[in-house]
């Protein structure tokens, strides 16, 4: 009796779902879906933006086995993870630092201040080590250097008392800076004599 009294929806109605839609209703019901969401709090999906990201990720703490004996594994890192635990570092600490671990404060300013790239402690022994090698290059360059002089040829001709002797009597006639000069009057300098005597042969 009951299913008598209900009536019956005619062929038309809107409960049906067409197989296909004019192409004129496309762009309508794309419309009516784009206002149904944002009605039923479709902002949501929105992706959030750069800002927003980098504000999310720095409110979650660092796990303590990432950061765990920083001190000795970061050397032996790859250049990517120690930009990527730098990275994150960074921007948990534009918060609030009162919110950092203290693994996060203790990796932060191991890999800041401490002893690891151009800061590192140099090895036992390094110092003298660097003394002995340069006492050893020394040394060899004094060997070479007297060791090319004992086959190298004597003072040339010029380089004897007795030449630049005469090279002073030769300035004298020539009344060469008869001023303050060789050829100036009391002169009592040594000239141009610099040179031992010749050896005799």
Request: glycine share 6%; with cysteine.
């Amino acid at each position: 009796m009951m299913l008598r009294a209900l009536p019956r929806a005619p062929a038309s109605s809107s409960l049906l779902i067409p197989r296909a839609l004019p192409s004129a209703a496309a762009p309508r019901s794309r419309c009516l879906a784009t206002a149904t969401l944002s009605k039923l709090g479709g902002e949501r999906l929105q992706p959030y933006s750069s800002q927003q990201q980098q504000r999310l990720a720095s409110t979650h703490a660092i796990s303590n086995p990432t950061l765990a004996s920083i001190e000795k594994r970061y050397e032996n890192m790859p250049p990517q993870e120690q930009a990527e635990i730098w990275m994150a570092l960074r921007d948990r600490m534009k918060g609030d630092w009162h919110e950092l671990t203290l693994q996060e404060k203790k990796a932060s300013y191991w890999i800041a201040f401490g002893p690891h790239g151009p800061r590192k402690t140099a090895p036992p022994g390094e110092n003298w080590k660097v003394f002995y090698w340069t006492v050893a290059a020394s040394s060899l360059s004094v060997l070479i250097f007297f060791t090319i002089r004992q086959f190298a040829r004597g003072p040339p001709g010029t380089m004897t008392q007795e030449y630049q002797e005469m090279t002073n009597e030769y300035l004298r006639n020539q009344s060469a800076e008869p001023l303050t000069g060789i050829s100036s009057e009391g002169y009592e300098g040594k000239g141009y004599v610099q040179s031992k005597p010749a050896e005799k042969k």
